[in-house]
């Protein structure tokens, strides 16, 4: 559908969020008992940070939980009973997520639905609508600037102008969270584009060249390049970059039980973890900077190649949360050929 544009009173949020909660599951920014920032269910809009500062961990558990239950079974005499994940009871509103969060789910979709029909997930996504709020500045480490993810998918995003959000609609299912509570909206008739574009500007999240997109071909030729052991060893393999990531996606299956009762299990993988790809009698990946390199190359070179687009979104929590600091962006522009200088300086060459 065409965008749509509308204006949303400051002051007129809160009452959004708590006539929301009548019609939707709202999940929304909160702070935890520790003062973390988490997306959660808070109560009330007074317990909603409405906020563009980004939770440690992404949105994705919402579509792809870190543990699932796919099939529960029970054998009762010679019978066995199998029953499969029960279905949200209600849809879900994800209430002022970040636009690197939610682009995401639109990108990891792909594989989703690619050779089979992945239906816990893909049902969740249906039931799901995101109202996106935009950053007002960039975050730590984040470059979603350099990277040109389509936004397309984000039901809403509300950008924070002086005095109200101009809320752009670009889904069927944004359009329906905006006739629900029409009362609250007004219709935008500046020119709303020009508006997004300053805006973007001004917090820094405008594109920028050269796009990492333009990486590709330079990561293509550097697979066997020597340096990938000398910047990637340093990898402990901790997985915190997998998954606080809003596009990571790998996922292992698990049984637990016995022949009378038990489940099969779907939880969070990382493809940096020394078992990920071992085999009984060997293990490919045999080195920690193989394992890095497979993660950088998924998301910059082979996701796209089958899907079209790169698995990032720039948000740059593998960044933050690294232990040892490995900065993804620094060893795309590296390793893709834009920049001549490895991280950490000139020491290790070419
Ligand atoms: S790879 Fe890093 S920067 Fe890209 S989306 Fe994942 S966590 Fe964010
Ligand atoms: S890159 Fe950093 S966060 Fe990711 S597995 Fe390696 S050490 Fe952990």
């Not at 239950?69 to 949200?88: F, M, N, Q, S």
């Not at 970059?241 to 996606?249: K, L």
């Not at 082979?302 to 232990?323: H, K, Q, V």
């Amino acid at each position: 559908m065409a965008a749509e544009y509308y204006r949303l009173n400051k002051d007129k949020v809160g009452e959004l969020f708590e006539r929301a909660r009548a019609d939707y599951d709202v999940v929304a920014k909160t702070r935890d008992a520790n003062g973390n920032l988490v997306y959660g269910r808070p109560a009330t809009f007074d317990d909603v940070a409405f906020v563009d500062e980004q939770p440690p961990m992404s949105a994705k558990a919402f579509a792809l939980p870190q543990t699932e239950t796919l099939v529960r079974y029970e054998r009762e005499d010679e019978k066995i009973r199998a029953e499969g994940p029960e279905a949200e009871a209600r849809d879900v509103l994800l209430f002022g997520v970040n636009i690197c969060d939610a682009a995401a789910f639109d990108i990891i979709d792909h594989v989703f639905k690619w050779d089979y029909l992945d239906d816990p997930y893909l049902g969740r996504r249906a039931d799901a609508t995101l109202f996106a709020l935009a950053c007002a500045a960039v975050q730590q480490d984040c470059f979603c600037d350099r990277i040109s993810y389509a936004e397309d998918g984000v039901d809403t995003v509300a950008y924070p102008l002086e005095g109200y959000y101009l809320v752009k609609v670009q889904t069927e299912k944004g359009r329906k969270l905006v006739e629900r509570y029409h009362d609250l909206f007004d219709a935008e008739d500046g020119d709303a584009e020009a508006a997004i574009n300053t805006f973007r500007e001004k917090a820094g999240t405008a594109k920028k060249e050269p796009l990492l997109e333009s990486a590709r071909a330079g990561l293509e030729k550097a697979f066997e390049h020597a340096d990938w052991e000398i910047l990637a060893s340093t990898c402990i393999g901790c997985g915190i970059c997998t998954y606080t990531c809003p596009t990571c996606h790998c996922f292992d299956i698990q049984d637990e039980g016995s022949a009378i009762a038990g489940r099969r299990l779907r939880t969070w993988d990382h493809c940096t973890g020394r078992t990920f790809t071992a085999m009984p009698a060997h293990q490919p990946r045999d080195r920690q900077y193989k394992r890095y390199r497979q993660r950088l190359l998924h998301k910059f070179w082979y996701y796209p190649e089958r899907f079209g687009p790169l698995l990032c979104t720039g948000c740059g929590r593998c960044i933050t949360y690294c232990p040892v600091k490995i900065n993804i962006k620094e060893l795309v522009e590296y390793f893709g050929g834009l920049k001549d200088t490895p991280p950490g300086g000139a020491r290790h060459g070419k």
